[in-house]
């Protein structure tokens, strides 16, 4: 069973990858060649398929709004973390709090977090996934992962019978997903120096996430007391992700 499930989380973690690298030398060419407004407009939407651009203040207050909420359970589930971590006697179905913040969190990115994106608004399902707009592709995509981790989660905290399961989606596309934020595309929007920087602190922090969680489930011979600061570690970094969200504006 753990050679299946360790094959899956690498390839995951391959095509998170290949997205980065897509996304990566998408943008290079455009800030390189001096591109025309026309090409500039291919690489780099002004608008969402919505109609409404990124810098609109429907976009704006849409965009940061599903930030804040998405920082609201992080926080939740990072303070459950951080007190099994710390051996409150907490209840047991705070071990849950994980999985079902982040399948909270994947519905929320899949289904409502961009204006005109299939199933909320006119646009069907063919015209969301077409690829016009990469913002748009990128969030699902973050929605997509939220939902396996929280799948695996969920299995491996239910009974004995899963205990077995490693870490290994919960730290490969933790630490995925933070990189992705680094090359994460925000077209030209008018804050985009100011996006990028709130970002690059999101991937920093959700890195040091799963560089801990990682320690803490895979490095061999560790006495429990360093363990636990390992988890501490982890449960504090993503309370620190979520305040970030929570603070995030455009």
Known sequence: MKRWYHRLSLFLLAIVSMACLSNVQAQVPSHQNGSTEANVAIVYPQEHISGHGEDSPEGTDFSEFHHHVTGFFIVVFGL????NALQYPLPLWTRFMLPGALSVIGVLVLFGNDHGSWPIHSFDLVDTLSGQDRELIEHKLYGILALIIAFFEALRRSGRRWQSLSAAPLVILTLAGSLWLFVHSHGEHPELAKIDFQHSLLGIVGTGAAFSKG?????????????????VAWGGSEILFGLLLLVYSE
């Open 80 to 83: 459950a973390e951080l007190g």
């Open 215 to 231: 320690m803490a489930s895979w490095l061999p011979g560790t006495p429990p007391h360093v363990t636990k600061r390992w988890e």
